[in-house]
């Protein structure tokens, strides 16, 4: 597993060379950030003691952290408990080096002694770790909370005086990393575009300079706010302009991968992209894990987390835009011929920056999407024929995260639009699949929009081929007259029927030649038949069946419905039908099919033009897995806060709200008609409204509501501000005033206008004509039901290796590319940058956060189940962790 991160971090010097690009709101490079620096105040700097001026300490750059030797160093290791108990967890700390771990968070607070401190360090220096030293305190004085007040003292007296005599030793100088608080913050924000961090950054702004100015050039460690979950306050340029108020250039941003922003696989990648993208350093300097603190905590996955944090390659493009029609496509040839017959499903992921989503102000005042860049994947069969699968335009994707493509093929050769044929094809083989590609269109955008982009896990799921087809291109393959009147023919790639009499039947026999001894008649199958009417049978009421003879004598007759009213009149029309024979006709007869054949009724026997059918079809509709899941898209159950929900504006901001005891207060006054609305909707990634939701929740009204005409009712508006109130006002017939309700809504129809692309601006629920008082809210979840193909890819291309990044080749280009217009524009970027963690916790959890410990012994490797997956697990500390050179 260690060849993965060594392969990625040769990379990560080639990376930094490559083309970069994108913007945020707050800006781009360097000479975009405001470089002000707040005085650290008057002091004497004369009465204190100062590290070595050329002491050689750890670095970073835009996305990594060196070591002394200037190599790149990748943190493994644990958080120690060490303020709880020093006398007993200095021993911890020669066992968490012999756990694998090249780094220590060692957690201090005011109780901790400089000698106590003095202790570890040179413990630490001897086990030759890094000390990634952070600040904490009892209950919510620092983490958790947005008072600064604690926070400014313990830097004037803890770090700067009680610890200095530590901090500036020469021997400690390359092992220290400076976290100068545990997850202190402006709380429950959660939202990029938010104005409500300005006060968290001026006041980092002030301790970095103040710990500049008393002569430290190591790293110092920024957690994120809110618990040190929030990591969307180093976004839009803040955490530069806080790099840019360091006169060492030496930050790293912590996070704490806890908590509904981090609890899937999507989250997790969505915060390592948008970090990414700041061009700043970051690393997890805490997560817990799965199962910890029950579902209401939003668990994570830790072996997820620690997965991701090795890294993962995408392929990129820069491309030289000169026209709004430029086009530039890649293809990749596939190392066997593949049949992608049956409905096989291309795919990959994209990431669209926010330039290319050209977000625009319409006279309403609303940002309106209106990007133009369009995405396509396509084949190519081993003729060179080539066949679009689909295409998608930069209107329909969510930028500056990564977004799905996913396109199913068509089934058989008859299903094919001649509009996906490119490039001259008249026709395309799905059975003898040679190349796969994807082509990138400027489709009408500016040419001054330029930025990356990337693509990730390009794969293509089986099709299932069907049993039987015929498709008479030739012949009439067997089918002919199996009583009525009727003429059978075939012509121009098609079987022809025409009508004599008032019905007929059309059947396949079993004989010499014949296929249908190979269909298994002993499952239920689907038959597609694709049927041209001609409008001259228009006002006819028909009515067919199909039916089949089984057993060596015949003597067992099947037959199941066939939805003739579904012909349309002047059009081809495909129409599917199941047939269960299996039900009804005996084990002993059903594997001797004598004939299977379609009949219909209704003609006059005067009809001039012949019915024509282009292909007919069997399959086993149940040969692909599939399963379907009830995805958790979002839930608040206010632990930790208000979870983003404020008061909306409605009502001049009279109701107020709050947290206690796990629930959201909303404290409304007499008469009060307003909303409250969760402000950071936008920022969640996961929520998608394509397949409808269900929306569920807990709401309690006071017991002295009881007999008002107050109303609720709950809301939602789209990335254009268009409001949806999916529930209808509920009164107090829908409440139990003084107890807790359970609500539920399931919302499958949406208004026309309403966009269920774009990420929504708004959530929350509205009120009127309510008495003074408080509603409580708690356990809001947002449910998505889907099925998913549970299929195993055939093609599988994650780009982890140079071959496969070299395996996509230039095809064609139009416009004002060519291909030595783009022969630099393709090169590798980072989806996730590798990242360093420090898990929690090695020892010294109580109550129900003992399933933290990752040892159940302070000085022995004596691994919990959980610490096993951490440390000898895929890509665990074992795997990756590599010693720091001091």
């Known amino acids: 597993m260690k060849l993965k991160l060594c392969y990625l971090a040769i990379l990560s010097s080639t990376l930094l060379l490559q083309a970069c690009g994108g913007g945020g709101l707050a800006g781009g490079d360097g ?23 050329n002491a050689v300490v750890i670095t970073t750059d835009q996305h990594f952290i060196y070591d002394a030797a200037k190599q790149p160093v990748f943190l493994r290791g644990m958080n120690h408990l060490y303020a709880a108990n020093p006398t007993a967890r200095i021993n911890g700390i020669a066992a968490i080096k012999t756990a694998g771990s090249n780094v220590i968070r060692l957690q201090l607070d ?41 926070l400014l003292t313990a830097v004037d007296d803890l770090w700067l005086k009680k610890f200095l005599p530590i901090l500036v030793q020469d021997r400690f100088q390359p092992h220290l990393m400076v976290n100068i608080a545990n997850g202190w913050g402006v709380m429950d924000v959660f939202n990029q575009d938010s104005l409500g961090y300005q006060e968290y950054i001026d006041t980092y702004k002030a ?42 250039k030496n930050l790293v941003f912590g996070v704490h991968a806890d908590g509904p922003k981090w609890d899937t696989s999507n989250e ?13 350093p970051f690393i997890v300097t805490e997560f817990s894990g799965s199962g910890f603190g029950g579902a209401d905590e939003a668990p994570i996955d830790h072996q997820d987390l620690i997965v991701k944090s090795a890294g993962d390659v995408a392929l990129a493009f820069d491309f030289p835009w000169v026209s709004t029609s430029d086009t530039a496509a890649y293809v990749m040839t596939l190392d066997e011929v593949l049949d992608l017959r049956g409905g096989a499903v291309l795919s990959t992921n994209v990431f669209l920056d926010k330039l290319y989503a050209e977000f625009e102000l319409n006279s309403s005042g609303q940002f309106v999407q209106k990007g133009k860049l369009s995405f396509a994947l396509y084949l190519k069969d081993v003729n060179g024929n080539g066949l679009v699968t689909g295409s998608t335009s930069a209107l329909d994707l969510r930028s500056n995260q990564w977004s799905k493509l996913s396109y199913d093929l068509p089934k058989s050769a008859g299903d094919i639009d001649p509009a996906q044929l490119m490039e001259g094809a008249t026709s395309f083989d799905l059975t003898a699949v040679k190349q796969v590609g994807i082509q990138v269109m400027a489709n009408g955008k500016a040419v001054s929009l330029k930025a990356p982009i990337k693509f990730d896990e390009l794969s293509i799921l089986p099709g299932v081929p069907p049993l039987y087809v015929a498709s008479f291109d030739s012949s009439a393959e067997g089918w002919g007259k199996a009583f ?51 409008q001259e049978y228009a006002g006819k009421n028909f009515w067919a069946k199909i039916f089949g003879q089984f057993g060596a004598g015949w003597e067992v007759w099947a037959e199941t419905s066939f939805n003739a009213s579904a012909l349309v009149p002047g059009q081809w029309t495909e129409i599917k039908t199941l047939v269960p024979f299996n039900e009804t006709v005996s084990a002993a007869h059903i594997n001797t099919a004598q004939t299977f054949g379609l009949q219909i009724g209704g003609f006059s026997g005067t009809e001039v033009e012949p019915i024509l059918v282009d292909s007919i079809s069997i399959s086993d509709p149940n040969a692909r897995p599939t399963k379907t899941i009830t995805a958790l898209q979002y839930k608040a159950s206010f632990t930790k806060g208000t979870e983003g929900f404020v008061n909306a504006g409605w009502d001049g901001g009279k109701a107020v709200t709050t947290m206690d005891n796990g629930e959201l207060l909303v404290a409304v006054p007499d008469g009060d008609g307003g909303a409250i609305n969760k402000a950071d909707i936008n920022s969640i990634a996961e929520i998608d409204f394509k397949g409808g939701v269900t929306i569920k929740m807990k709401i309690f009204v006071p017991a002295d509501w009881a007999g008002d005409d107050f109303w609720l009712k709950f809301f939602m508006q789209d990335g254009n501000w268009s409001h949806f109130e999916y529930t209808p006002a509920l009164t107090v017939d829908s409440f139990s005033p003084g107890e807790w309700k359970e609500l539920e809504f399931k919302v499958t129809e949406f208004p026309a206008n309403f966009s269920r692309t774009l990420k929504p601006q708004m959530f929350g629920m509205q009120y009127g004509n309510v008495p003074a008082g408080t509603i409580k809210i708690d356990d809001i979840e947002i449910y998505g039901d889907i099925q998913i193909d549970d299929s195993q890819p055939i093609l599988s291309v994650d780009f982890s290796t140079q071959e496969q990044l070299d395996a996509f080749q230039f095809d064609f280009a139009g416009g004002g590319f060519s291909e030595s217009a783009v022969a630099t524009a393709k090169y590798a970027d980072w989806r996730v940058v590798p990242f360093g963690w420090t898990a929690s916790s090695w020892k010294g959890h109580s109550g129900d956060a003992a399933v933290l410990d990752i040892s159940n012994d302070e000085d022995l490797v004596n691994l919990t189940e959980r610490g096993e997956e951490i440390v000898n697990g895929p890509l665990g500390i074992m795997d990756t962790s590599q010693p720091a050179n001091f």
């Open 110 to 150: 005011e109780t901790t002694t400089d000698t106590q401190f003095e202790g570890a360090m040179s413990k630490i220096v001897e086990n030759g770790m890094v000390a990634l030293v952070t600040l904490t305190a009892e209950g919510n004085k620092l983490t958790c909370t947005e008072d600064g007040s604690y």
């Open 268 to 280: 997790i990648i969505n915060a390592a992209t948008q970090l990414y993208n700041e061009k700043v």
């Open 484 to 534: 009525g009147s009727v003429d059978v023919a075939q012509a121009n790639g098609a079987l022809t029927l025409q009508p004599t009499g008032g019905d007929f039947a059309i059947q396949l026999p079993a004989g010499s030649g014949s296929s249908l001894s190979t269909i298994p008649f002993n499952k239920t199958l689907e038959v597609t038949y694709r049927i041209y009417l001609p």
């Open 31 to 53: 000479k975009d950030i405001d470089t002000i620096r707040p005085e650290a105040g008057v002091e004497d700097e004369s009465a204190r003691p100062r590290p070595p001026e």
């Open 207 to 248: 301790l970095i300079r103040k710990f500049r100015t008393a002569g430290f050039k190591f790293p110092l460690v920024i957690d994120a706010p809110s618990c040190g979950q929030d990591f969307n306050a180093f976004l839009n340029g803040r955490s530069r302009e806080l790099m840019a108020a360091d006169s060492a």
